[in-house]
């Protein structure tokens, strides 16, 4: 009993930098992330790590929402289809970008917010 204690032990060390090692997928092969660019004539704009174009409107709870400034707004019918629970009474979840957004209806604050949850 003892030997195949110490057996098991030796192969679980053994291979446990093989199981530690990330996994890329088949497509990556082993390259890193790129930041998108869109080239215009007089230089690049970049991206930013949240996938947010520049000059876009990032929300934060608490802030009053404003769709005029909400970049691709709408209102969220089904937040089932986005993984999203079902917006409390007096709540609902609208998109921004690629954000979902749980808003109050009449006071308009921002709640809760999801970040690149809608692609």
Do not use: C
């Not at 092969?29 to 174009?53: F, S, W, Y």
């Not at 289809?81 to 808003?103: E, I, K, M, T």
């Not at 308009?108 to 690149?116: C, D, F, Q, T």
């Amino acid at each position: 009993m003892k030997k195949f204690i110490l057996a098991a032990l030796a192969a679980t060390v053994a291979t446990a930098p093989v199981m530690a090692a990330p996994y890329y997928g088949d497509n990556d092969r082993g390259r890193t992330a790129q930041t998108h660019r869109t080239t215009i004539k007089q230089g690049i704009v970049q991206r930013n790590d949240h996938g947010h174009p520049a000059g876009a409107r990032k929300w934060q709870r608490g802030q009053r929402f404003d769709s005029r400034y909400a970049q691709n707004y709408r209102v969220i019918s089904s937040p089932r289809a986005y993984r999203l629970q079902n917006a409390p009474r007096g709540y609902r979840w609208v998109q921004s970008g690629s954000d979902a957004v749980l808003v109050g209806i009449a006071s308009g604050i921002v709640a809760s917010l999801m970040e690149n949850i809608i692609r």
